[in-house]
T-cell receptor, first 113, second 111 residues
């Protein structure tokens, strides 16, 4: 069965510092991987997705993620965090790009001045 | 692209009362539809998904039910709410053209 682990419940980063959010997945075949962001009381917005090809994926808002099959990881990165990036971030895995997704428990990002 | 309409945005209901949350989709045909629940600190849990009219799969046993009376309408219901039904409910749809789209969610508080 598919599963996703986001080991960090909360992360605090200073504004302007770099960010890396961890995601590990368990899936028997080549996974479809996603990162979503959720502002308080809102729905989920897709940041980026990986289906195949280049393992470094660029997304919106300056985010990128790297798929590492050997480590079963899909970590999200941003070189310089802005205060508006404070939100909850979810990693998800699916069998295809449009079937049901399994989500991690999320990482709440706090940005300090 | 797909657009999801989900309402109401917030809802406060007494224990034992019925529930009906509705979700409608525009911009796609024959999508897969999903209901997720988000409890504090527990991520998103898939409750139900549907691949077509009248076809509902339940992922977890619970006090809720779902129905899909039309291709782009998905309804989450309960006959008698429990305190544990409180949470943030998200409707989502997916298809092969546009991937996944989420609604803006309903915050349900059972008191």
């Amino acid at each position: 069965a598919q599963s996703v682990t986001q080991p960090d419940i909360h992360i605090t980063v200073s504004e302007g510092a770099s960010l890396e959010l961890r995601c590990n997945y368990s899936y028997g075949a080549t996974p479809y991987l996603f990162w979503y962001v959720q502002s308080p009381g809102q729905g989920l917005q897709l940041l980026l997705k990986y289906f195949s090809g280049d393992t470094l994926v660029q997304g919106i808002k300056g985010f990128e993620a790297e798929f590492k099959r050997s480590q079963s990881s899909f970590n999200l990165r941003k070189p310089s965090v802005h205060w508006s990036d404070a939100a909850e971030y979810f990693c998800a895995v699916g069998a295809t790009g449009f079937q049901k997704l399994v989500f991690g428990t999320g990482t709440r990002l706090l940005v300090s001045p | 692209s797909q657009t999801i309409h989900q309402w109401p945005a917030t809802l406060v209901q007494p224990v034992g009362s019925p529930l009906s949350l509705e979700c409608t989709v525009e911009g796609t045909s024959n999508p897969n539809l999903y209901w997720y629940r988000q409890a504090a600190g527990r991520g998103l849990q898939l409750l139900f998904y549907s691949v077509g009219i009248g076809q509902i799969s339940s992922e977890v046993p619970q006090n809720l039910s779902a129905s899909r009376p039309q291709d782009r309408q998905f309804i989450l219901s309960s006959k008698k709410l429990l305190l544990s039904d409180s949470g943030f409910y998200l409707c989502a749809c997916s298809d092969s053209n546009y991937g996944y789209t989420f609604g803006s969610g309903t915050r349900l508080t059972v008191v």
